[in-house]
């Protein structure tokens, strides 16, 4: 059993321009779905103390002291400290020797 269809008052490339703009239309919309977008909220990243200290390579006490210090500046949400992951990197960028002079 075969099926045909019989496309009656419209021509070969009217046919085929119609269905490219379909398919066209189809998979744009299926790129524009499955690309990432950007973040629109300016929300910034926030890390637990345990990711921040697995970052940084230092200990839970370490990172304590450094927030106490004010070495590196933490929120507290409840009962909770959070550490911008921008200012993590950040406090990495500024951090300066100081070099002691023997008087």
Do not use: C
Not at 5 to 28: K, P, R, W, Y
Not at 59 to 74: E, F, I, Q, R
């Amino acid at each position: 059993m075969t099926t045909e269809i019989l496309l009656n008052g419209i021509s070969f490339d009217d046919f085929q321009s119609t269905i490219q703009a379909i398919v066209s239309n189809e998979v744009q919309k299926a790129v524009e779905q499955l690309t990432p977008k950007e973040p629109t909220d300016n929300k910034p990243e926030l890390l637990t103390r345990k990711q921040t200290a697995e970052i940084l390579g230092v200990s839970l006490v370490t990172l304590h002291d450094w927030t106490k210090n004010g070495v590196l500046p933490a929120k507290r949400i409840g009962s909770r400290i959070r550490y911008e992951k921008q200012a993590v990197y950040d406090s990495l960028k500024d951090i300066k020797t100081i070099k002691y002079r023997r008087a």
